[in-house]
């Protein structure tokens, strides 16, 4: 572990939600996802919560006054199972301030490029199809790989996995409950897991993703 995630850790305050905007300038600081993954969210006009990003374990958050210039609020906030720090930028050496440019960087692009990668699979899919994607790159970047599954922590509730997938949790709910039917997802409380065989013959994962799936959208 480098001195400046060491540094943002042990100086640092562990914090579960954080306001990003608007701050003055003099209130700039630096987020570590230690543990798990944070979500960026706002309310819309009816006061519904609606997530924007999220931040993964390792990546680096920059608050500054920069940061999200509009008059909605926006926050940053861990999912359950994860833990994040903040730390001010006045705590970092002069040498930590120098690689913080690139360190920040890198974690930007990959942010871009899972979000890249989700509007290419959603593209005409339908929702069963953008949540199977969704559950099953999460499992693939970040979970734990056996012989035989994929498996990772359930960080989201229904409700945020809706808000990702700009529909409601009660399709949510019935696209989770066919998944699980048929035998493509075992999804609980504590655990998503993908069986890897499920890929090894693709026209039989997209035959039982198709077939199995009657439930209607409902809003």
């Avoid at 705590?91 to 301030?97: A, C, H, I, P």
């Avoid at 699979?121 to 056996?146: E, M, P, Q």
């Avoid at 409380?189 to 890929?199: A, L, T």
Wanted: net charge positive.
């Amino acid at each position: 572990m480098d001195a400046l995630i060491e540094l943002i850790i042990s100086a640092g305050q562990k914090i579960d939600i954080i306001q990003l905007n608007p701050i003055p300038e003099s209130s700039s600081k630096l987020v570590l996802v230690k543990k798990g993954i944070a979500k960026i969210f706002a309310f819309n006009d009816s006061g519904l919560k609606v997530n924007t990003d999220l931040i993964f374990e390792g990546e680096l958050f920059l608050l500054s006054k920069d940061n999200y210039q509009c008059q909605d609020l926006f926050f940053l906030e861990t999912l359950k199972y994860s833990e994040m720090y903040c730390v001010p930028l006045s705590y970092l050496s002069q040498d930590q301030s120098v690689i913080l440019h690139n360190k920040l960087m890198k974690c930007y692009n990959n942010r871009l490029r899972r979000i890249h990668q989700q509007k290419v699979k959603n593209h005409d899919l339908t929702l069963i199809d953008r949540l199977f994607y969704l559950l099953v790159d999460f499992c693939r970047i970040y979970g734990l790989k056996s012989t035989d599954y994929y498996l990772m922590p359930n960080f989201f509730t229904h409700e945020e996995l809706a808000s990702m997938l700009k529909t409601c949790r009660q399709n949510i709910t019935s696209c989770l409950n066919e998944l699980k039917k048929s035998g493509l997802l075992f999804y609980n409380r504590k655990e998503i897991r993908f069986e890897k065989g499920i890929f090894e013959n693709n026209s039989t994962f997209q035959t039982a993703l198709h077939t199995e799936y009657k439930a209607k959208p409902i809003c």
